[in-house]
């Protein structure tokens, strides 16, 4: 009767010890797998962790009074060095400053590539005069641009008094100017103001 009372008590200790011995491990994975949830979430307050996603619904903000930048992000391998990712139709990115920014490129402005603007050094003018004959007779005349340019612009001139400009307008590759010769011999000019483009001119 000993025998048995001391065996059944030895299996209740035994199922107690593993009961509780389970019950640690439990305790520890729920721990371990809580701790690790909360790791991969960002909350107010936690570091910046490197080289991981950091998931957050608020503004982040660097504040300071450095005379120098306060942000230095250095790429030494072959990616860009910064890159912003917004949904379409919005903003990359905002500034409080209209201050022209050196070295900052821009593939396109409000639509238009750098193709369609051409600075004052690559244009050039044409123009063309005929020499009337007076008496009412129709002078027409052609200024054209190179093959491949653009026409920027023109205009036309016919000063002698009585002369009649009749039109003055682009046309195709160039500008046109009709006008009626009604001094004697008047001189009559077409101009375009044309944008250079590949081959350039000497």
Partial sequence: MIKTTQRALSTIWWLGKGTATLMGVAIMLALTVGL??????????????????????????????????MLRIDNDGSGTALDLRVEPGEAPMTVDSDKKVADLNADKLDGKTADDFVSEDKTYTEVEVELGTGG??????????????????????????????QVSEPTGQGWKVDAVDNGAQSSVAAKAICADFPPLRP
Avoid: H, W
């Fill in 36 to 69: 690790a949830s909360t790791a991969l979430a960002a909350v107010p307050g936690d570091p910046f962790k490197l080289g991981r996603l950091n998931s957050m619904d608020q503004i982040t903000r660097l504040v300071g009074s450095a005379s120098d930048a």
């Fill in 136 to 165: 009412g007779a129709e002078v027409q005349l052609f200024a054209d641009c190179d093959s491949g340019d653009r026409i920027l612009g023109g205009g036309a001139s016919a000063p002698s008094t009585g002369d009649l400009l």
